[in-house]
């Protein structure tokens, strides 16, 4: 694999400099790109598409949260793109204002500290591969101020700490042997012990504690998932609706499945933590064309991807944004294949089947986990459809075909009796661009 790329952000030419050459003497980071202001980290880290950004909290034009709000929104566009901030302030409402939407694939460091045993560096490996890391000074200011209401045991200082690092509750449940049920009710109690002795001095810091608690609980009730797998403003459409677990609504949506051609054989002969790399390279690639199609990921099976267009915006379209996304994705595949031949890495063949029906829109699950979902003959059909993708291709069924405001060049592969259904499909099958000029990418690979 190729190192980690990062972009930097500081409105400091000096920390810029500085953290430049702190990092480049690390063999396995890359630095791709800089920016002084808000709108240059947004536009550079587009064109960029780093690995990893590195800001400053207070960037022209107003020197407020300049970092952090462009971070989030490159966090939007790219969900895979780690996020390190970098801030001479230890105020722990920062670390809050960064850590609100969750705190995976980010981390907050103190300028004065960072070059203590290559912090900096650690915490770019770190939010690369979706970690977060915070800077012990940071996690001191959030919980010392309640500390010194006394009355707290070791225990009740370990789970104060989890708290303050922004975990979730189930991740808490899971570090600590326990249920989510009996997390919850210890940390209530906690605060309620808190609240009890806190003076007026150190009521702040308690107000700061309750509002992470607060943010933590609303993630584990409206699911986590449903943040992280929705593009941008969608969850919180959803969640304007009023929508409770178990509503749904009829909806016609064009499904979108891919897949990796003989992704077990590939496992089989690459190193794990490659393969962990690769693959989430894939999704992040996928991911960004799916959104920029205007397309929703419904989720990631093994290293299967699964989107939806129209859903759960109701589009008229939906049929030729799924094809578009299809190209992209291929597109995009093709490249980081090429990439991959060159360092001796097994390339990900990638075939898709799109389904075009009507679809039950809903969010299920429970308390425990919340998910947006839909369920249907479509869902079922593209999965079914693409097995018929080989490398390059795209399988749509008869239904997406009418859908299409453009019919594309395509082999029209006759009646198909698909397993689960007991009516045939008459797929279609697309070829890119990319796999007319060049052939499969895996033949590349499999004869290096």
């Known amino acids: 694999m190729g190192p980690i790329t990062v972009f930097v952000a500081d409105d400091s030419v000096f920390i810029r400099e500085g953290v430049k050459a702190m990092l480049a003497r690390q063999h396995d980071l890359e630095i791709v790109g800089e920016a002084a202001d808000h709108d240059g980290l947004v536009d550079g880290a587009e064109a960029a598409a780093p690995n990893v950004v590195v800001s400053d909290i207070r960037m022209p034009p107003n020197f407020h949260r300049e970092g952090i709000e462009a971070c989030k929104l490159i966090r ?38 960072i070059a203590e045993g290559d912090q900096l560096a650690r915490a770019i490996r770190e939010v690369a591969s979706g970690g977060s890391m915070l800077d012990p000074a940071v996690v001191s200011a959030l919980i010392s101020p309640v500390r010194r209401t006394g009355g707290l045991d070791a225990e009740d200082d370990v789970l104060l700490e989890m708290v303050a690092e922004g975990k979730p509750i189930k991740a808490i449940a899971a570090a600590t042997k326990s249920t989510p049920g009996a997390v919850e009710a210890r940390v209530e109690s906690l605060f309620v012990r808190l609240a009890e002795g806190v003076s007026a001095g150190t009521a702040g810091a308690l107000d700061r ?6 943010a933590i609980v609303l993630r584990e009730e409206q699911g986590e998932s449903l943040s992280r797998l929705l593009p941008t403003g969608v969850a919180d459409r959803i969640r304007a609706r009023g929508a ?62 699964m989107a939806v267009f129209g859903a759960p915006e109701p589009s008229a379209d939906h049929a030729d ?22 360092e001796g890495l097994a390339p990900f063949p990638l075939g898709i089947g799109l389904s075009t029906g009507d679809v039950a829109a809903a969010l299920l699950g429970s308390e425990e986990r919340l998910e947006y979902t839909v369920v249907g003959d479509a869902v079922n059909l593209s999965q079914r459809l ?39 499909v008459q797929p279609r099958k697309i070829a890119t661009d990319t796999h007319r000029a060049t052939g499969s990418v895996a033949s590349q690979g499999a004869a290096t």
């Open 76 to 113: 939007k566009r790219h969900p895979g793109t780690g996020i390190v901030i970098l801030s001479q302030y230890d105020d722990p409402d920062y670390a809050i204002a960064l850590l609100s939407e969750g705190a995976a694939g980010y981390a907050y460091l103190l300028k004065d500290r």
């Open 209 to 214: 504690l309750k509002r992470i608690h607060a």
């Open 244 to 305: 409770h677990p178990g509503d749904s609504e009829e909806l016609n949506v064009t499904v979108l499945m891919s897949d990796i051609r003989g992704y077990s054989t590939i496992s089989e002969s690459t190193d794990p933590s490659l393969l962990a790399q690769q693959l989430n390279r894939h999704r992040a690639e996928m991911n960004k064309a799916i959104l920029d199609a205007g397309g929703t990921v419904m989720q990631y099976v093994g290293d299967a991807v």
């Open 321 to 342: 944004r799924a094809l578009v996304a299809a190209h992209a994705m291929h597109a995009a595949q093709a490249v980081v294949n090429s990439e991959w031949v060159r």
């Open 386 to 424: 693409q097995q018929f993708a080989a490398d390059g291709e795209i399988v749509v069924s008869d239904v997406t075909w009418d859908e299409l405001s453009v019919k594309p060049e395509a082999e029209d592969l006759g009646p198909h009796l698909v397993k689960g259904r007991s009516t045939p």
